[in-house]
T-cell receptor, first 115, second 117 residues
Framework: AQSVAQPEDQVNVAEGNPLTVKCTYSVSGNPYLFWYVQYPNRGLQFLLKYITGDNLVKGSYGFEAEFNKSQTSFHLKKPSALVSDSALYFC?????????????FGSGTRLSIRP | DGGITQSPKYLFRKEGQNVTLSCEQN?????MYWYRQDPGQGLRLIYYSQIVNDFQKGDIAEGYSVSREKKESFPLTVTSAQKNPTAFYLC????????????????FGPGTRLTVL
């Protein structure tokens, strides 16, 4: 079965420090991985996706994600955190068995950036 | 959220009532999806539609119904059979990737928060 796991419910980082939000995946075949962000009482916003090729994917708002096939991970990173980055972050994987492009989401990680 | 609208933003329902959540998109996307979000559980797929006049059940379809009479619209009805309907409901549509590359991305509306009184 396809799945993603976000092992941390919450991540706390000081403003200006680098941040990492962890995600591991379990898929059959090539993974198609996504990161989304959700601000309070809002819908999800697409940040970035991994298809194939470069292991470092650059996305919106200065975020990037590192694909590591040997560790089956797709961690979200940012070199210098902003208070405005505080939100709920979801890792997701495309269900390769679905002809309807269904996406399977992780449980989410709440990122809190303190001033 | 641009291009996908959901209404209302907040909805209150009495037990035993059916309510309908609206989702409209002007992105010319064929596929649309409904998700339910509960704290600590991520998003779960309720229904999806790949084309007008066609839709399929997702992982938690019981107590819900949908229609897809127009490409732009995919309303969700929460029926009285749904025993625990209080949740945040998200609609999404899918921008297709290039043919055969399966790189398509889903884009989300702002959500509707449903509360049962």
């Amino acid at each position: 079965a396809q799945s993603v796991a976000q092992p941390e419910d919450q991540v706390n980082v000081a403003e200006g420090n680098p941040l990492t939000v962890k995600c591991t995946y379990s898929v059959s075949g090539n993974p198609y991985l996504f990161w989304y962000v959700q601000y309070p009482n809002r819908g999800l916003q697409f940040l970035l996706k991994y298809i194939t090729g470069d292991n470092l994917v650059k996305g919106s708002y200065g975020f990037e994600a590192e694909f590591n096939k040997s560790q089956t991970s797709f961690h979200l990173k940012k070199p210098s955190a902003l208070v405005s980055d505080s939100a709920l972050y979801f890792c997701a994987v495309r269900d390769v068995y679905s002809s309807a492009s269904k996406i399977i989401f992780g449980s989410g990680t709440r990122l809190s950036i303190r001033p | 959220d641009g291009g996908i609208t959901q209404s209302p933003k907040y909805l209150f329902r009495k037990e035993g009532q059916n309510v309908t959540l609206s989702c409209e998109q002007n992105l010319n996307h064929d596929a649309m999806y409904w998700y339910r979000q509960d704290p600590g559980q991520g998003l779960r797929l309720i229904y999806y539609s790949q084309i007008v006049n066609d839709f399929q059940k997702g992982d938690i379809a019981e107590g819900y119904s949908v229609s897809r009479e127009k490409k732009e619209s995919f309303p969700l009805t929460v029926t009285s059979a749904q025993k625990n309907p209080t949740a945040f409901y998200l609609c999404a549509s899918r921008k297709p990737g290039l043919a055969g590359d399966r790189t398509d991305t889903q884009y989300f509306g702002p959500g509707t928060r449903l509360t049962v009184l």
